[in-house]
């Protein structure tokens, strides 16, 4: 499980589709790092990983299929707004 962090906007909109990358970072190992949207995407939907929003409670991160695909919290069986809440970097 990885927890992200922070988001990087592009330069078209403030909206959750406008995520163009996020920092991480591994509560388990202490790595951290940065990941393109598309990345964070494929690690996702091929199941490689778990990614959230730390809470309290913790936010699961899942994709939004769409054209790109993008990233959004999903908690108590809704989307929610935790990574637009998230630092800018």
Do not use: C
């Not at 939907?45 to 899942?62: L, S, Y």
């Amino acid at each position: 499980m990885i927890y992200i962090t922070h988001v990087h906007m592009g330069t078209a909109g403030t909206g959750h589709e406008h995520i163009a990358d996020v920092r991480w970072k591994n509560p388990n190992t202490g790595t951290t790092g940065a990941s393109s949207t598309a990345t964070m995407v494929d690690f996702i939907d091929n199941k490689e990983g778990d990614a959230r929003v730390q809470g309290p409670p913790d936010a699961r991160v899942g994709t939004v299929t769409a054209t790109p695909k993008h990233l959004r919290t999903y908690a108590d069986k809704k989307w929610t707004n935790n990574l637009l809440d998230l630092p800018r970097y």
